[in-house]
């Protein structure tokens, strides 16, 4: 079976971190029996920040990705497009890909079925080509686009309507995906490598984007005395929380490729990232995987259904959070058990990958 991967998020020279979870899922369903090829959804405009900054590698970045890589041994090619402004137009941009798309797939071998992640553009651009679809939801479709910009509902309806079958990363959302149209939709959840050891830290550690869903704020108002926090990650809330943070515990390390932000965050002691909009969070289960205990948002989709599963997060509110932390703390060898027998049982890329392929053989049915 060949399946053509479209994704707009996925790893590129100059931000090999962007959409790693989508190449992860590619090597695992490859793993799993599957011939994949991959299309990147490339539009190569500058971001707001780099624009903001004027800094001139970065501005210049995404006119200089290549249209074609090989990436751990899977094809990956580049489809440049263009569209208006993010914030006037994104649920429309999937009009605006697909004559790229359509040139790209024309060069391919030919294929069975296309994996789309995300409803929009993704989907919503190969829908316009009319070749067999499985849509991946991971949140961002249904709890952003579909809810917060103009005939962004009508677009992901339209895309969800089209899949053969639908892949959401937690129950929470394939409810979501039903309620906007989708027929035939099931969980399957992203995966994590499991380490030969365990964590022996005892530091609080998150990893994720400075901004303010991500709620590190929150973390570092509730820190127990005596607590050491370190953050993982950058954006535009991190002047704010750096000067939050001051007379505390807090440790700032930026962004970090990948392996490196990973290898990181597994020598602390417990994983804390009390975020809002969270479909599901790689980075609580890659944490967990290691034997850190987790502590997420009550009422969160992502930290709901991990907690599902198994042990090893504690669900939590902003105003029981430090009570949370401290307790968390307190019993982090036990809890920490847990966590890895969860990831170990649930949460793996192999039982990714093999979900991920029986996904496809059931659409192609």
């Not at 060069?107 to 009319?130: E, N, Q, S």
């Not at 992901?156 to 989708?182: D, Q």
């Not at 509730?222 to 943070?245: M, N, S, T």
Request: net charge positive.
């Amino acid at each position: 079976m060949r399946v053509v991967i479209v994704a707009e998020y996925y790893p590129r020279a100059a931000d090999p971190a962007l959409g790693v979870w989508a190449h992860r899922q590619a090597l695992a369903a490859r793993d799993a029996g599957a011939e994949v090829e991959v299309v990147v959804l490339h539009r190569p405009v500058p971001s707001k920040a780099a624009l903001k900054a004027r800094d001139v590698r970065k501005l210049v970045a995404p006119l200089k990705q290549p249209l074609r890589t090989t990436l751990d041994g899977i094809r990956v090619t580049y489809a440049p497009f263009v569209a208006p402004p993010r914030p006037r137009s994104y649920p429309s941009w999937g009009a605006w890909a697909a004559p790229s798309l359509a040139l790209v797939l024309k060069t391919l071998k030919p294929f069975d079925l296309i994996h789309a992640h995300y409803a929009a553009p993704a989907g919503d651009a190969v829908r316009r080509l009319g070749k067999p679809m499985v849509v991946s939801v991971h949140g961002g479709d249904v709890l952003g686009v579909a809810t917060k910009w103009a005939n962004g509902r009508a677009v992901v309806e339209r895309s969800l309507r089209a899949a053969n079958l639908v892949l959401a990363n937690s129950e929470g959302i394939a409810a979501r995906c039903g309620a906007l149209g989708a027929q035939d939709v099931r969980v399957v959840h992203l995966g994590t490598d499991v380490p030969a050891h365990t964590t022996r830290g005892t530091d609080f550690v998150t990893v994720g984007n400075l901004v303010a869903r991500k709620r590190h704020a929150d973390v570092i108002r509730a820190l127990p005395p005596g607590a050491r926090y370190v953050i993982i990650g950058d954006g535009p809330e991190r002047a704010r929380l750096e000067h939050l943070a001051q007379g505390k515990d807090v440790i700032f390390r930026g962004a970090l490729p990948p392996g490196q932000a990973l290898d990181e965050a597994r020598k602390a002691g417990v994983f804390v990232l009390p975020s809002t909009e969270e479909a599901f969070g790689v980075a609580y289960i890659e944490a967990m995987a290691a034997g850190l205990p987790a502590i997420g948002t009550r009422g969160e989709y992502g930290p709901e259904e991990i907690a599902r599963c198994g042990g090893g997060m504690t669900l939590t509110t902003s105003d029981e959070l430090a009570a949370a932390m401290s307790a968390t703390l307190a019993n982090r060898e036990a809890l920490g058990r847990q966590a890895r027998a969860n990831v170990e049982q649930h949460f793996t890329w192999a039982q990714c990958g093999q979900a991920t392929v029986a996904a496809y053989e059931d659409a192609l049915r």
